[in-house]
């Protein structure tokens, strides 16, 4: 049985987690870093009240390995890592390869290898899938300038975008949205902005909830000042034009 809860509404987290019976077991999921809105989790309430009720816990991290806690993910950043059960993440974000991985105590991971249905019938990562995510974990951990370069970019567009006037959210990451609203005005200005020589990703429903259709911008660490101020600018000119920002 799948039950959800109101995003990041601790109050409603943790009246799920209260109606499920006790010898029913449950496991929470959530995802880290959100890859739409680039908010966090509230891992560090989270995970007292999934102990409170003896529920598992499960991190998809994804979004927030070679980013967060420089480069160590969310549940580090905010501290928490020994007390969740099971972390997953991917090898395609940040490590630029393909292929993922979920960590947790021994005994889960000999289950999951024997039991999860995605490892019937599958094939091995390639080697050269391997070896690009071993060198990203070693650029990753032996290079920590380039996480914080890559914050110094994020926080420059950040900024930029909020003193144009752009609708930011909660945004505390690298992926940065502009909320725009409606569809229309959502796709002209994607057009508008790529043929300017800005991409963006373009997020409408079932991808975002109805009158919350956006663009969603990420920062790289190899993004230097003046992409990102001409991004801005351009951002302003079509942000104008549209009536979007300001």
């Known amino acids: 049985e799948l039950r959800r809860f109101g995003h990041n509404d601790i109050n409603h ?39 409170k009720y003896g529920a598992r816990f499960m991190i998809d991290d994804a979004h927030g390995f070679g980013v967060m806690a420089r480069g160590r993910g969310t549940a580090a950043h905010f501290g928490v890592t020994d007390d969740v059960d099971l972390i997953m993440g991917t090898f395609s974000k940040s490590f630029a390869s393909m292929g993922g991985f979920i960590v947790g105590d021994e005994d889960i991971i000999h289950y999951i290898k024997h039991h999860a249905r995605a490892f019937l019938f599958s094939a091995a990562m390639p080697a050269s899938n391997i070896a690009a995510a071993l060198a990203a974990l070693d650029i990753i951990e032996n290079e920590p300038e380039r996480v914080d370069r890559l914050w110094e970019v994020a926080e420059r567009m950040r900024r930029g975008l909020k003193e144009l006037g752009f609708n930011t959210g909660d945004s505390v990451s690298p992926i940065i949205p502009i909320i725009i609203g409606e569809m229309e005005p959502t796709l002209i200005a994607w057009k508008k902005l790529f043929e300017a020589g800005v991409y963006t990703n373009v997020f409408v429903p079932p991808g975002v909830p109805d009158g919350r259709c956006l663009l969603r911008t ?15 600018n351009i951002l302003d000119d079509v942000g104008r034009e549209l009536g979007l920002n300001g």
């Open 13 to 51: 987290f943790e009246r799920v987690l209260k109606g499920i019976e006790e010898e029913t077991g449950a496991m929470v999921v959530v995802d880290g870093l959100y890859s739409v809105f680039g908010d966090l989790a509230p891992l560090p309430e989270m995970t007292p009240i999934c102990q």
């Open 218 to 232: 990420s920062c790289m660490a190899t993004h230097t000042d003046e992409q990102i101020d001409r991004a801005l």
